[in-house]
C-alpha cells in the first residue's frame, strides 16, 4: 500500500479558492490516483479522479471548479478548488489503486484527510 498525507485543507469564504496536496511515498506513475470527500452524515464521494499517464474525470458538482494533477518527479497529488461554495465542505481523502480509477471509494490506498470548510 501507499503511504500518503494530505495538506491544505482550511477555511476560506464562499468564492475562494484552496489547492489540496496529498504526498505519496512511492512512485505515483504507477498509480491511478483520486480524490474524494465526506461530509458529516454522508456518504463518501468521488470528486476527481487522475489516471496513470494524466487522464482525469470529474464529479458533476465540481467540473468546471476543481483540477486534479500530479507532479510525477514529487510523487504528489494536487487538487486546485475555485469558486468553492459552502456545499463542498467536507474531510477531502486522497486514494491511490493500480487498477481502479472510478469515482467509487475502491481504491486500496487512502491519506488520513484534510478538513476543508467553507462559509457563506
Known amino acids: 500500500q501507499v503511504h500518503m498525507v494530505e495538506s491544505g485543507g482550511g477555511s476560506v469564504q464562499a468564492g475562494g479558492s484552496l489547492r489540496l496536496s496529498c504526498a505519496a511515498s512511492?512512485?505515483?506513475?504507477?498509480?491511478?490516483m483520486g480524490w474524494f470527500r465526506q461530509a458529516p452524515g454522508k456518504a463518501r464521494e468521488g470528486v476527481a479522479a487522475?489516471?496513470?499517464?494524466?487522464?482525469?474525470r470529474y464529479a458533476d458538482s465540481v467540473k468546471g471548479r476543481f483540477t486534479i494533477s500530479k507532479d510525477n518527479a514529487k510523487n504528489t497529488l494536487y487538487l486546485q478548488m475555485n469558486s468553492l461554495n459552502p456545499e463542498d465542505t467536507a474531510m477531502y481523502y486522497c486514494?491511490?489503486?493500480?487498477?481502479?480509477?472510478?469515482?467509487?471509494?475502491?481504491?486500496?490506498?487512502w491519506g488520513q484527510g484534510t478538513q476543508v470548510t467553507v462559509s457563506s
Open positions: 486514494a491511490a489503486d493500480q487498477v481502479n480509477w472510478e469515482l467509487l471509494p475502491q481504491y486500496a490506498s
Open positions: 512511492e512512485y505515483t506513475y504507477n498509480y491511478y
Open positions: 487522475i489516471g496513470r499517464f494524466g487522464s482525469t
